[in-house]
DNA sequence: GTGGGTTTGTGGCACC
DNA sequence: GGTGCCACAAACCCAC
């Protein structure tokens, strides 16, 4: 990190930009999730319970993936 | 959340996929930002730093000055 | 927090030892987890299954409690 | 991880145990640890400043010292 | 303003 | 040694 003013500024402003570019664009799609709850509750949903839905999908789908990952592991403890 | 098994299921439906499509594209841009992380490492910087720049960059002036006074505050009442 | 070498000063400083104390123990701790697993290696066991055992243990524990949660918020949603 | 079904489960399940028993004292302490903070903001403190006290009592002199001067370095590189 | 939950950041650990 | 991963801790945000 020599040359402060230079070249290596450039590239740190660079960096930064990108970074900042990009979390931008995360903040809009948590917007966009925000609002479809939104929408949803406006349908009469319950937020709470859709938001515990998504998360026990999410949560079943890498609980699978946990027990063949097990599975696997217990196999090459085993030397199998 | 009324009729549960009529037509609010298909409405259900919809709302829950376009959350979890739409934290799909979420996901995928916060491993973009890591790997923009990534590559700014592999050109010398550090990241911890990098993302205090960032943090600061994105915090209110005001805000920034008054925690690092209470912070001042602090350390003086505690002798550091 | 007026008062800086006086009685805030006080309560400051035993506020943070406080938390120092609770920290140090749980470290200690955190080191008789590690030592248990180190153990259990030196008898043959492989850490990374018994980690996983012992995490599966507890998301089925916590997955159970979500699911009851759920119908919960499902039966006071329906107004049940 | 031989010995599957024998002896040696004994011993796996008296490690899972060991291990599951440490942690929820520790998740104890972490309680323990949360309800000083939450009596220290009862008491007019700033949490976030305080948390920060403690990391940087925990921190060494020297590393503290290079974090600040590489961000100086960086703030400066980059105008800000 | 307080608590809960979600998300982000940091540190430790194992593997290469 | 250094890199990626995982778990813990902290910060943030919303709802009440």
Same mark, same amino acid.
């Given at each position: /990190?020599?040359? #402060?003013? =230079?070249?290596? =500024?450039? +590239?740190? +402003?660079? $960096?930064?930009?990108? #970074?900042? %570019? ?9 917007? @966009? &999730? ?10 009469? $949903? !319950?937020?709470? #319970?859709? +938001?515990?839905?998504? %998360?026990? +999908?999410? /949560? @079943?789908?890498? !609980? ?7 599975? @696997? &592991?217990? *196999?090459?403890?085993?030397? *199998?």
């Amino acid at each position: /990190m020599a040359e #402060v003013g =230079g070249v290596a =500024g450039e +590239r740190l +402003r660079s $960096f930064v930009e990108r #970074v900042e %570019r990009l979390e931008e664009e995360k903040a809009a799609l948590a917007a @966009d &999730i925000k609002e479809v709850y939104s929408e949803a509750k406006g349908s009469g $949903f !319950d937020i709470k #319970v859709l +938001r515990q839905i998504i %998360r026990l +999908r999410k /949560m @079943d789908q890498s !609980d699978r993936r946990e027990q063949e990952e097990l599975l @696997d &592991i217990y *196999m090459r403890a085993l030397e *199998m």
